[in-house]
Nanobody, 121 residues
Framework: QVQLVESGGGLVQAGGSLRLSCAAS????????MGWYRQAPGKQRELVAS???????NYADSVKGRFTASRDNAKNTVYLQMNSLKAEDTAVYYC???????????????WGPGTLVSVSS
């Protein structure tokens, strides 16, 4: 079994910063990719940032220049530094990872329970 646990969400004023963390634990053989998605009320879940094995990082256009994703492979942890937050960044942020677990030869997608980020204008 694999667990993803997010932390770092909360309430912040527009223009402020927050840092999200997500740690993966369990019977992990390898992690091919880790990243963040978000879902605002009444909207579909969307990609925020993803880090593919090898270090390539893909960002949504709406967060480029404001958000920075990073990964600590030794800790199986991914981070999302969010600066210059806007009201439209308000959403539940979900950690996502493509993980190969013991006993399997392919990666499966796992999701964290989500952490709420609220930005007041």
């Amino acid at each position: 079994q694999v667990q993803l646990v997010e932390s770092g969400g909360g309430l912040v004023q527009a223009g402020g910063s927050l840092r999200l963390s997500c740690a993966a634990s369990g019977s992990i053989v390898s992690i091919n990719a880790m990243g963040w998605y978000r879902q605002a009320p009444g909207k579909q879940r969307e990609l925020v940032a993803s880090i593919i094995d090898g270090g390539f990082i893909n960002y949504a256009d709406s967060v480029k220049g404001r958000f920075t994703a990073s990964r600590d492979n030794a800790k199986n942890t991914v981070y999302l530094q969010m600066n210059s937050l806007k009201a439209e960044d308000t959403a539940v942020y979900y950690c996502n990872a493509a993980i190969v677990v013991r006993g399997l030869l392919y990666a499966r997608a796992y999701w964290g329970p989500g952490t709420l980020v609220s930005v007041s204008s």
